[in-house]
């Protein structure tokens, strides 16, 4: 049996039949760490002995019959702003590379208690500021398509992970794109939940009224499993939602007749690569014959979205990153004789990097006395209109499709000379988060460079299960497809 073609339920079914232990499947992981890693460079941390260790006592439980879930005993990669008790959490950045938490995040509980095999912490741009996963303290991770190109960002580490078979699933998340966009550029499925839908508890904030922890898997079945087991209701996060139903795997149907389908016709204008239109305009003819109605529509204020995010983000950003300071965690400068103030300073200097050095200025900017109406309230402002676009968008559609990217995954080294340039990779991934709505990435063909293209499809609130429904259609479509080729 190849152990690394399955997806992870897949795997976990094999392992309750018998047909594979998860000590064998972490032992298959391991090896495909050992060969590819150096190249790829997916991983911060790696618990080789920790995590075989947990695969045995893992094993243990399913043969008793304890565990019986649909990812018991598979191996599954974290991202590394995921807080793990017990295993360094650096979030990419100088400043925690020796934090070693002593709670681990809501989420990564969830995975634990359901019983998956933590191998590690994955790379990500440093506080998941970036696009690219290129603004690690720890260095780049490289595309598995083709390791002269970027895997996305800020799960970058995760969407490679998963790409190259170094794990089964992983967790991610997304600020302003930064679960989808990894995917599109990687060729797997992301998903970026309703916000509130899985607890933040745990995970170290960036922009708090954006970020949501969300899966990158193999396929969309693995997708829905994922978010069945990782959103919940909790306590300790006060923006938690309380749902009703979060058993996403009957959603997992292989019908879109009557759904309508939005195609926003500016996510479609100038700047759009032409081979990635005509791979997500192919696709979305695959729903059309498959049931689906389709129907172009103008959403309108999509040029605000990139000011208004970066505005809302920086600012949201300046406030969160105040606490590392060298006082209470993390990495501290040398100099026994140095005064509070130059401590922080000369901290903060050594242990943040560009980016974040940049993003952190412009939320005091635009936080300051004097400037804060004129930027930071009225992008709160155009926050609430996009809301509202969206509401008016989805008063007529069931889903909105569309591209993921404007292009391909960019070739190492462009995005970090021109920044705006990488800021306006977002530019069809933000508005999600700004109006905290679900949405999902998933492959929709390849360049003529062998890049994977990412299709996305967005739904409202709490409409997680449409989506799920729509991909799965999409795949199912695209794989019967390939067979009778």
Known sequence: ??????????????????????????????ERIAQKEAEYHCYITIEKEKAMQSAIEVQTRIEAGELSGPLAGVPVAVKDNLLTEGTLTT???????????????????????????????????????????????????????????????????????????????????????????????CGVVGMKPTYGTVS???????????????????????????????????????????????????????DVKGMKIGIPRDYFTEGLDGQVKKAVLSAAKVLEKNGAILEEFDLSLVDYAIPAYYTIAAAEASSNLERFDGIKYGYRAAGDTLGLHEMYKKTRSEGFGEEVKRRIMLGSFVLSSGYYDAYYLKALKVKALIKQAFDQAFSRYDLILGPVSPTTAPVLGESLSDPLKMYLGDIYTISVNLAGLPAISLPCGRDDQGLPIGLQLIGDCFSEKKLLRAAYTYEQAVKNAGKEA
Do not use: W
């Open 1 to 30: 049996m190849d152990i690394l073609s399955l997806t992870a339920v897949e795997l976990s079914c094999a392992i309750r039949e018998g047909r594979v232990t998860a000590p064998e499947a972490l032992a298959a992981v391991l």
């Open 200 to 254: 933040r508890y745990g995970l170290v904030a960036y922009g708090s009224s954006l970020d949501q922890i969300g899966p990158l898997t193999k396929d969309v079945t693995d997708c829905a499993a994922v978010l069945s087991l990782i959103a919940s209701h909790d306590e300790k996060d006060s923006t938690s939602m309380k749902r009703e139903d979060t058993d996403f795997m009957p959603a997992l149907v292989k």
């Open 91 to 185: 979030c990419g950045s100088r400043i925690l590379e020796n934090f070693v938490p002593t709670f681990s995040a809501e989420a990564v509980n969830l995975l634990k208690k359901a019983g998956a095999v933590i191998i590690g912490k994955t790379n990500m741009d440093e506080f998941a500021m970036g696009s690219t996963t290129e603004t690690s303290y720890y260095g780049v991770t490289r595309n598995p398509a083709d390791t002269t190109r970027v895997p996305g960002g800020s799960s970058g580490g995760s969407a490679a992970a998963v790409a190259a078979g170094e794990c089964f699933f992983a967790l991610g998340s997304d600020t302003g794109g930064s679960i989808r966009q990894p995917a599109g550029y």
